[in-house]
């Protein structure tokens, strides 16, 4: 099968400008999220979505970023103005709702490394 | 609030010896717990995934085990190669159809 696709790979904006990257999950999977990953660090969740709702995006700095999943395929995330410490690798993940192993598994992309100079 | 910790934070290890992983989470109330590796620069593997009922899971040379009582789970390799150095990550769900939440990994590195 298809893995998660996500674009761009890289990028370097400088600050306060804004950015935004793009998401397709494995067909048929209903749930995404997005991670934000600083360097030495464990993945932290920014916001989870279960078809195009949205389940918890208690962690995401709604002054800044904002995340979209319309049709609930594909989605994206902004950030607007980006500041230094936005500088991270931001990995998106889908898995699928149901039981078993294979089901509640969750699949990652290869992320895309934010620069903010 | 869960949290989820990694002892050691970086081991380095000859090629051909056995080690074992540690990641200890706070609340034992979890629905699965998944070990992740990592290359650098790239995004997650899936290596093992453990259901709340289930003690421990195998897959080649690695051995994933789980104690939730005591809020333990060990990643165990098996005649480490090269090729296995990343860092590794694992992260516990809470319950079904929640998100994951990870510990900080270990880097590993196998020296030839």
């Known amino acids: 099968e298809a893995g998660v696709a996500q674009s761009p790979r890289y990028k370097i904006i400088e600050k306060r400008q804004s950015v935004a990257f793009w998401c397709n999950p494995i067909?048929?999977?209903?749930?995404l999220y997005w991670y934000q990953q600083i360097l030495g660090q464990g993945p932290k969740l920014l916001i989870q979505?279960?078809?195009?709702?949205?389940?918890?995006d208690s962690q995401l700095p709604k002054d800044r970023f904002s995340a979209e999943r319309l049709k609930g395929v594909d989605s994206t995330l902004k950030i607007q103005p980006a500041k230094l410490e936005d500088s991270a690798v931001y990995l998106c993940?889908?898995?699928?709702?149901?039981?078993?192993?294979?089901?509640?598994?969750?699949?990652f992309g290869q992320g895309t490394r934010l620069t903010v100079v | 609030k869960q949290e989820v910790t990694q002892i050691p934070a970086a081991l380095s290890v000859p090629e051909g010896e056995n080690l074992v992983l540690n990641c200890s989470f706070t609340?034992?109330?979890?629905?699965?717990l998944q070990w992740f590796r990592q290359d650098p620069g790239k995004g997650l593997t899936s290596l093992l995934l453990?259901?709340?009922?289930?003690r421990e899971q195998t897959s080649g040379r690695l051995n994933a085990s789980l104690d939730k009582s005591s809020g333990r789970s060990t990643l165990y390799i098996a005649a480490s190669q090269p090729g296995d150095s990343a860092t590794y990550l694992c992260a516990v769900r809470i319950n079904y159809g929640q998100n994951f939440v990870f510990g900080p990994g270990t880097r590993l590195s196998v020296l030839p």
């Open positions: 609340d034992s109330a979890i629905y699965n």
């Open positions: 067909s048929g999977h209903a749930t």
């Open positions: 453990i259901q709340s009922s289930q």
């Open positions: 993940a889908s898995s699928f709702p149901g039981t078993g192993r294979r089901n509640t598994e969750a699949f």
């Open positions: 979505f279960q078809n195009n709702g949205v389940v918890d």
